[in-house]
């Protein structure tokens, strides 16, 4: 594996090489609970979604870990404005955040830790950085003193000179005044009258938004990670404040790779509920936009760059999915048609890959892919190669909407076989997997399966008349080991029943 990857830490593209030989450790930023997920978000997801699919394709074992922020400014504000409590608005949004993230066909995390129950790791971690003489503590109040960490702005290139104050946007003037250095931040927030609180040793209250993720970090990962994912709109302040609790209380360095996923845009701007321009996953779903075309509007860009969502570009990735979709169906609507086995679409295709490539052309295509992904996960490149793939098999799809093609040889319906089974799996590292058209399946497919007979009682009425008649033989056992029973009748004429 030649995987190379773009570091926000470095600032450059490096070849990636995990801790552990055969193992990866990531840690990726999750949503804060208090509303449906966005289409930003399911960019930020979905190709994270990728990173881990190809490492598990590469026989990497992948230990992926997507914390859950479920005490916030936020949620408080929304629990306050429906009259319930914070726990059931974070339980209801955590649901819906499931149900968008299966709908979209991404893998669950292997484990989703959430902030409120990692407070016995959250408060180890804070006495730790005060003992450090890192944190203090102002009437309830805990924070970061930035300042003790020497390479503080490292992941985001920023002076502490030239930082604005309030940079996280979640403090106030009157916090701001018991602070030893303006761009010093919140570890813990002592108790507001009606608020949710939590024990501490330094009073009632609850952890700052940074502090969280650190102490999940190392509560579900350890110490030092082999990457560390999330927006670009995170590497300041949050995953630079991240880096300097964590490297100041473990002493070591928190993650190898630190990877950012570029904004969505609507006319310009960076699409967000505090802007109000955004537009719900579970909206567009609704909508009936398919789950697999979100999936090629936002894999059709590299990861790193804006993305801009208008109708035009939604659309484009419609059609585009329409035609790769067809293809993937193949196997799916006419398995019996073409002879091909059934294929189970449950089964996890992603780490068996190599044996489809059976041939030059095939396995052409196959490392053109691997190529793609490995050059910092260049999904656009990687999703043309599909379509190329796919090219024979289009074509055969369009023959069978018209008719069942006579010229597909047994040689031939074989490499088909294997050309598509190839274009599966490696759609599959894509997450991209065969969505049935509504409402049509049956009806198309007896089309097709009546089609099929019709064609296969005309061959075999030619072969009989030319006195082949071990070929017409073996045609009525071949449609008899489909369930299709020939009853010849006066005349020539042959009618069918289905067993």
């Known amino acids: ?208 938004w940074h502090i969280e993720c650190s102490a999940m970090v190392l509560q579900e990962l350890g110490e030092t990670i082999d990457i560390h994912l999330g927006g670009a709109d995170l590497i300041f302040p949050h995953h630079e404040n991240e880096i300097a609790q964590s490297e100041m209380a473990n002493g070591k360095e928190l993650a190898k790779f630190w990877l950012h996923n570029g904004m969505v845009n609507v006319d310009g701007q960076k699409m967000s509920k505090s802007l109000g321009n955004f537009t719900t996953i579970r909206a567009l779903l609704k909508g009936g936009i398919s789950a697999m075309t979100l999936r090629i509007f936002i894999l059709q860009a590299h990861y790193r760059k804006p993305l801009d969502f208008t109708k035009e570009s939604l659309d484009a990735a419609s059609q585009g999915w329409k035609r790769l979709n067809t293809c993937l169906c193949l196997g799916l609507n006419n398995h019996k048609v073409l002879d091909w086995p059934k294929h189970d679409f449950q089964e996890t295709s992603i780490s068996d890959i190599d044996k489809h490539a059976t041939n030059e052309t095939l396995a052409k295509y196959h490392q053109q892919f691997l190529d793609a992904l490995d050059e910092d996960l260049n999904t656009s490149v990687a999703i043309s190669i599909l379509f190329e793939l796919a090219r024979p098999l289009k074509s055969l799809a369009n023959q069978l909407i018209r008719d069942i093609p006579q010229s597909i040889n047994e040689l031939e319906n074989k490499a088909l076989y294997t050309r598509w089974k190839l274009l599966v799996s490696l759609a599959g590292i894509l997450g991209l997997k065969a969505e049935q058209p509504h409402n049509s399946i049956s009806k198309k497919e007896e089309n097709l399966n009546a089609s099929f007979i019709k064609e296969a009682i005309k061959i075999r009425k030619e072969a009989k008349l030319s006195g082949d008649f071990a070929k017409a033989d073996r045609i009525r056992e071949k449609l008899k080991s489909q369930g299709i029973e020939l009853i010849d009748k006066k005349g020539g004429e042959t009618d069918w029943i289905q067993n």
């Not at 924070?143 to 702005?153: I, L, M, P, Q």
């Not at 490292?154 to 005044?177: F, H, I, T």
Request: net charge positive.
């Open 1 to 208: 594996m030649s995987l190379k990857l773009t570091n926000t830490l470095t600032k450059r593209i490096e070849p990636f090489k995990s801790l552990t030989p055969g193992q990866v450790n990531i840690y990726c930023c999750g949503v804060t609970v208090y509303d449906l997920c966005h289409l930003g978000h399911a960019r930020s997801y979905i190709v994270w979604d990728v990173l881990r699919r190809y490492l598990i394709s590469q026989k990497y074992k992948v230990t992926f870990i997507q914390n859950f922020t479920d005490i916030d400014d936020k949620i408080l504000a929304r629990a306050a404005k429906e009259n319930c409590t914070m726990n059931e608005i974070s339980d209801k949004n955590i649901k819906e955040f499931h149900c968008d993230m299966d709908a979209l066909g991404v893998l669950r995390p292997d484990r989703m830790p959430r902030a409120t129950r990692c407070l016995d790791g959250i408060r180890s971690m804070i006495e730790k950085l005060e003992k450090k003489g890192a944190a203090y503590s102002v009437e309830g109040d805990v924070y970061f003193a930035v300042k003790k960490h020497t390479n503080y702005g490292k992941l985001s290139n920023r002076d502490l000179s030239e930082q604005q104050l309030n940079a996280d946007g979640r403090v106030n003037e009157k916090e701001e005044a018991r602070k030893q250095s303006p761009v010093d931040f919140a570890l813990w927030k002592g108790a507001k009258e009606g608020e949710p609180s939590f024990p501490s040793a330094w009073g009632q209250g609850r952890p700052g």
